[in-house]
């Protein structure tokens, strides 16, 4: 199998999913479905390890750079952030905006930051 359709399987296929499965739920009408908030949150912590565990595999690798190291961190954070305002969006009747919009620029700007941090280490 080649590298670049193995890197579409695991990372560009389970990132749409997740990107549609977000628009979905926040079209759909409270409370959401049980099996696709499911899925949208597996998915979300799956790509949260797959970028964990490429970065731990890269640490083996003489040559990885600081600055890869400090975008990993960061999107990380911002996946995890976005995980936790997820959690928090789930939990509440009704949500403030700062919440809403907390939990998208977090998932945008983390899923954006750790499609480049793994195109970088693949």
Not at 6 to 14: A, G, M, R
Not at 58 to 84: K, N
């Amino acid at each position: 199998m080649s590298s670049q359709l193995l890197f579409v399987i695991v990372l560009i296929v389970p990132l749409y999913a997740l990107l549609r499965g977000g628009v979905q739920l926040r079209r759909g009408a409270r409370p959401y479905p049980a099996r696709a908030l499911a899925l949208h949150k597996l998915l979300a912590v799956g790509i949260v390890i797959a970028l964990i565990v490429r970065v731990f595999r890269a640490r083996e690798v003489p040559g990885l750079t600081t600055p890869i190291w400090y975008l990993a961190a960061l999107a990380g954070l911002l996946l995890l952030a976005a995980l936790g305002t997820g959690g928090a969006l789930g939990a509440t009747g009704e949500a403030a905006p700062a919440l809403k919009l907390a939990h998208r620029s977090t998932s945008i700007a983390g899923t954006l930051l750790a499609v480049v941090v793994l195109a970088l280490l693949w």
